[in-house]
């Protein structure tokens, strides 16, 4: 959805650098999520923001951090990149509890 | 904190074969259901949902899923897959209310491939 738009798309990293993934919205909404996909793992959530000031940790939130910079901007950070965090890496939008969540296009990064 | 099982994880099927995808969830209270379909190299998208009402839920491109409460399932079908359904597919749970458990959780997906 071209509404929820991932920076970068593609992006190769050696370990033991910081990087940040950005995600920006134009949809409104309040929710926003940052999930990793790995294969036979599914999606799994790292960190989630019910609003600017609210910002909850994931099930597997280690080695990552997150800033909620504006309704519209939530970016993703690893603080010292390890290969295991080689993924694929999705941002995604909801409004309020009663909506779905509606997904960027995804950033793959590898570390090396 | 809610969990969802997805049993099948890969599923090889001929085209016009019936399909049927199982979905389980772990959650004591009311619960909003999705079924996301990930084609290769693209993002997820949204194939139905259920929030209330009528437990069969009809979604796009001809699929389907049967809400059973009782069985605590959420499964997806479609009478007759083509080879375009080759794909992902995901169910997800979350509560309809505020609170954490109103975050999406993901099943670890199952891989359906359609042969011609």
């Known amino acids: 959805d071209a509404d929820v738009t991932q920076t970068p798309r593609n992006r190769i990293t050696k370990t033991g650098k910081r990087i940040m993934l950005e995600c920006s919205q134009t949809?409104?909404?309040?929710?926003m999520y940052w999930y990793r996909q790995d294969p036979g793992l599914g999606l799994r959530l790292i960190y989630y923001?019910?609003?600017?000031?609210?910002?909850n940790k994931g099930e597997i939130s280690d080695g990552y951090s997150v800033s909620r910079q504006a309704q519209a901007k939530f970016s993703l950070s690893l603080e010292s990149a390890i290969p295991n965090q080689t993924a694929l890496y999705f941002c995604?939008?909801?409004?309020?509890?009663?909506?779905?969540?509606?997904f960027g296009q995804g950033t793959r990064l590898t570390v090396v | 904190a809610q969990s969802v099982s997805q049993h099948n994880h890969h599923v090889i099927l001929s085209e016009a074969a019936s399909l049927e995808l199982g979905c389980n969830y772990s959650?004591?209270?009311?619960?909003?259901l999705f079924w996301y379909v990930q084609y290769p190299g693209q993002h997820l998208q949204l194939l139905l949902k259920?929030?209330?009402?009528?437990?069969l839920v009809k979604g796009i491109k001809g699929f389907e899923a049967e809400f059973i409460k009782s069985k605590f399932s959420f499964n997806l079908r479609k009478p007759s897959v083509q080879w375009s359904d080759t794909a992902e597919y995901f169910c997800?749970?979350?509560?309809?209310?505020?609170?954490?458990?109103?975050?999406?959780?993901f099943g670890t997906g199952t891989r359906l491939q359609v042969t011609l």
């Open positions: 995604a939008t909801s409004y309020g509890v009663r909506t779905e969540a509606f």
């Open positions: 949809k409104g909404h309040d929710r």
């Open positions: 923001s019910f609003d600017v000031k609210d910002i």
């Open positions: 959650y004591g209270g009311t619960v909003n």
């Open positions: 259920y929030f209330s009402g009528d437990p």
């Open positions: 997800a749970v979350k509560s309809p209310y505020t609170g954490t458990a109103s975050k999406l959780t």
